[in-house]
């Protein structure tokens, strides 16, 4: 059973920078794509981002490529998201997920581990 716990969300200004971090424990985290997905009020989860486990390939939702990057660090259990540029529609509650496969999709449901979230606000 694998755990993920998020931190770093919070509040800031149009423009301004993040970096969110998900620690795993619980499994051998170089066996498992990491993802991050974000869900704003009243919309469907979406794709943000997924690394495969070797951190080799990298994937990103149209709406952040340029601006976010996603990396991970198999030694300490951890990816990260650098989200730059924050625009108000990035505002969003923020989650990692993990599957114990290669490489795999941006289709949330093919996650099987998730963490509790951390919630990020843009202001205008």
């Known amino acids: 059973q694998v755990q993920l716990v998020e931190s770093g969300g919070g509040l800031v200004q149009a423009g301004a920078s993040l970096r969110l971090s998900c620690a795993a424990s619980?499994?051998?985290?170089?066996?498992?794509?990491a993802g991050w997905f974000r869900q704003a009020p009243g919309k469907e989860r979406e794709f943000v981002a997924r690394i495969s486990w070797g951190g080799g390939r990298t994937a990103y939702a149209d709406s952040v490529k340029g601006r976010f990057t996603i990396s991970r660090d198999n030694a300490k259990n951890t990816v990260y998201l650098q989200m730059n540029s924050l625009k108000p529609e990035d505002t969003a509650v923020y989650y990692c997920a993990v599957d114990q496969t290669p490489w795999g999709s941006p289709n949330s449901n093919e996650y099987n581990y998730w963490g509790q979230g951390t919630q990020v606000t843009v202001s205008s």
């Open positions: 619980g499994g051998t985290f170089s066996n498992y794509v």
